[in-house]
T-cell receptor, first 112, second 111 residues
Framework: ETGVTQSPTHLIKTRGQQVTLRCSSQ?????VSWYQQALGQGPQFIFQ???????GRGNFPPRFSGLQFPNYSSELNVNALELDDSALYLC???????????FGSGTRLTVV | QQPVQSPQAVILREGEDAVINCSSS?????VHWYRQKHGEAPVFLMI?????EQKGHEKISASFNEKKQQSSLYLTASQLSYSGTYFC????????????FGPGTRLSVLP
């Protein structure tokens, strides 16, 4: 079975720009969650999608938005980038009746 | 509100044991444990459910005290491969939504 894949692996953007990060969930998984992980900290929950609907949201501003597609892949969009958005963005998927989340390797976003 | 973990860091020699604790001021519906090695994705180790059910790694054990809202991860006879940062996590709702992680415990196993 394929795992969770994220693209791109690294990205450098300028403050004020917009960015789209992509995630392909593990085969058979219908739930995708996105996390922001700053250096030396635990992952912070951004939001979760279940069957194309947002199913929970953390304490992030509306400029963080997402989508889930019929094949359960997902996108994270961040508008008006700020320097503090620099972090590792992790995508995780899970399936009905399964336990635990499978994480992708992440996208390292640097905002300059 | 994210769980609290202790200790923040621990250094062991191969073969020694370690305990990592996780607690919350809110009700814990379930507790997950993950390990993240430097530069890699977190890897699922174990889930503890209400009622005592556990699912996960064969060589790692954990406990879950629902009343005290605490969980502990027990690493016995540690190996070099156990090095990494350990996170506990829990959903904020009964339906599994809004999953929050603790700040992590950095474990270093030395030869």
């Amino acid at each position: 079975e394929t795992g969770v894949t994220q693209s791109p692996t690294h990205l450098i953007k300028t403050r004020g720009q917009q960015v789209t990060l992509r995630c392909s969930s593990q085969s058979g998984h219908n739930t995708v969650s996105w996390y922001q992980q700053a250096l030396g900290q635990g992952p912070q929950f951004i939001f979760q999608y279940y069957r194309e609907e947002e199913n929970g949201r953390g304490n992030f501003p509306p400029r963080f938005s997402g989508l889930q597609f019929p094949n359960y892949s997902s996108e994270l969009n961040v508008n008006a980038l700020e320097l503090d958005d620099s972090a590792l963005y992790l995508c995780a998927s899970s399936g009905t009746g399964e336990y635990g989340y499978t994480f992708g390797s992440g996208t390292r976003l640097t905002v300059v | 509100q994210q769980p609290v973990q202790s200790p923040q860091a621990v250094i062991l020699r191969e073969g020694e044991d370690a305990v990592i604790n996780c607690s919350s001021s809110k009700a814990l519906y379930s507790v997950h444990w993950y390990r993240q090695k430097h530069g890699e994705a977190p890897v699922f180790l174990m889930i503890l459910l209400k009622g005592g059910e556990q699912k996960g790694h064969e060589k790692i054990s954990a406990s879950f005290n629902e009343k005290k809202q605490q969980s502990s991860l027990y690493l016995t006879a540690s190996q070099l491969s156990y090095s990494g940062t350990y996170f506990c996590g829990t959903p904020e709702t009964h339906y599994g939504q809004n999953f929050v992680f603790g700040p992590g415990t950095r474990l270093s196993v030395l030869p």
